[in-house]
């Protein structure tokens, strides 16, 4: 399953979208397609650009934070769904064995390692987990570029800088 379609399948991330909705919480909106343009100097520029920038990270922040919550719902549900079909595929294994089928342990695990069906459900999983660290290191990278950018304001302001 492709990562856009991810969360488009799950019937948890729907109903509390719609429980947000009800109790008149927004869910931020994704930000524009292009990260603020700040030199490395951020000194060089106006407080204005910094407070542009700051804002725009600040957006970015909060939509990467809600899509983490988003990919920690999916990933508990891609999670559930293979241990639940890995315990059934397991029972029938060991059904089938003790109804006189001879297979070891051994051969009952690697049946299950060869299952298409459960390595396509765990690959979903791991899209999912790949997927919230990704985006939780990206939040994490926004909120500290907007802090640095808070501070040099807070530092113009201290200073009494004037543009």
Known sequence: MPLAELDETSLILQDLEQELRRRNLPIPPPPPPVL??????????????????????????????????????????????????????????????????????????????????LNRLRDDQLKAEAFRGMVRALASGYESKGAILSRELSRRASRGEKE
């Open 36 to 117: 603020p343009d700040v030199p490395h100097d951020i000194t060089s520029v106006s407080s204005e650009t910094v407070m542009e920038a700051m804002v725009m990270l600040d957006g970015l922040t909060s939509f990467a934070r809600t899509l983490a919550g988003r990919a920690d719902t999916v990933a508990a549900e891609k999670a559930n769904a293979y241990r639940v079909k890995r315990a059934e595929a397991f029972l029938a294994l060991r059904e089938e064995k003790a109804t006189g089928t001879r297979m070891t342990n051994e051969e009952i695990q690697a049946r299950l390692d060869a299952n298409s069906e």
